[in-house]
């Protein structure tokens, strides 16, 4: 009976400590879950405000006509059509877009529109 007694209460300090410890890891596991949200957090806020101080740079770079002209890229009109609406020539349409493409570092209409208006 003493042996009952003492198997029982071993058995039972054995589930006890197997609880805790299970317990324990739960709350590692969640406490770990929570830092790699924080963390995953805090690198989203970063490229966020990276987004913003490029986006900042490029307008800083850019003119007013420059600007104007990727406006009309944007919408799909052809350099003749920008320089009829602008009133300039054809060839400063072109002077105007590979300042544009060497500022966005980039070589393509597609590669510019994509880079001036990323958000």
Same mark, same amino acid.
Do not use: P, W
């Given at each position: 009976?003493?042996? %009952?007694?003492?198997?029982?209460?071993?058995?039972?300090? $054995? #589930?006890?400590? $197997?609880?805790?410890?299970?317990? !324990? &890891?739960?709350?590692?596991?969640?406490?770990?879950? @929570?830092?790699?949200?924080?963390?995953? &957090? *805090?690198?989203? !806020?970063?490229?966020? !405000?990276?987004? *913003?101080? @490029?986006?900042?740079?490029? *307008?800083?770079?850019?003119?007013?006509?420059? #600007?104007?002209?990727?406006? =009309?890229?944007?919408?799909?009109?052809? =350099? +003749?059509?920008?320089?009829?609406?602008?009133?300039? !020539? +054809?060839? /400063? @349409? %072109?002077?105007?877009?590979? *300042?544009?493409?060497? +500022?966005?570092? @980039? $070589? /393509?209409? /597609?590669?510019?529109?994509? +880079?001036?208006? $990323?958000?």
């Amino acid at each position: 009976m003493f042996h %009952k007694f003492l198997g029982d209460r071993e058995d039972r300090l $054995q #589930k006890e400590r $197997q609880d805790y410890l299970t317990a !324990s &890891l739960r709350y590692n596991e969640l406490f770990k879950s @929570v830092e790699l949200i924080r963390y995953e &957090l *805090n690198l989203l !806020s970063k490229k966020e !405000s990276n987004l *913003n101080l @490029v986006e900042k740079e490029i *307008n800083a770079l850019m003119k007013d006509r420059e #600007k104007e002209i990727l406006d =009309y890229l944007a919408k799909g009109f052809l =350099y +003749k059509e920008i320089a009829a609406e602008l009133f300039i !020539s +054809k060839e /400063t @349409v %072109k002077k105007h877009i590979h *300042n544009i493409y060497e +500022k966005l570092q @980039v $070589q /393509t209409r /597609t590669e510019a529109l994509n +880079k001036a208006f $990323q958000r």
